[in-house]
Nanobody, 123 residues
Framework: QVQLVESGGGLVQPGGSLRLSCATS????????IHWYRQAPGKQRELVAS???????NYTDSVKGRFTISRDNPKNTVSLQLNTLQPEDTAVYYC?????????????????WGQGTQVTVSS
């Protein structure tokens, strides 16, 4: 079973930066889209940023211009650079592969989630 492992969270002051990473050992990483979600206490999980297999990116409005998603296919990692962080960015951030598949059976898709990494923005 493929796993996604997030890292890079922590405590940062308002205006600060963090870089989150999502790593996997899966051998089809370069062929799938990867999403970053976040969930703040008492709120629904929201999609923050996405990157397709070809590198096309998309962001929710509240993070445009501050967050940058990128992928390094040879290293099987997707990163999320968080700049100009604000207290409302405090949440658990999750990496997600919504359409993972086994090449031996490409018609069955798996929705894979990481365990999450905590980002806290506070002075």
């Amino acid at each position: 079973q493929v796993q996604l492992v997030e890292s890079g969270g922590g405590l940062v002051q308002p205006g600060g930066s963090l870089r989150l990473s999502c790593a996997t050992s899966g051998n089809i990483f370069s062929r799938v889209a990867i999403h970053w979600y976040r969930q703040a206490p008492g709120k629904q999980r929201e999609l923050v940023a996405s990157i397709t297999s070809s590198g096309v990116t998309n962001y929710t409005d509240s993070v445009k211009g501050r967050f940058t998603i990128s992928r390094d296919n040879p290293k099987n990692t997707v990163s999320l650079q968080l700049n100009t962080l604000q207290p409302e960015d405090t949440a658990v951030y999750y990496c997600n592969a919504p359409a993972w598949y086994d090449p031996r059976n490409p018609f069955k898709l798996y929705n894979i989630w990481g365990q999450g990494t905590q980002v806290t923005v506070s002075s």
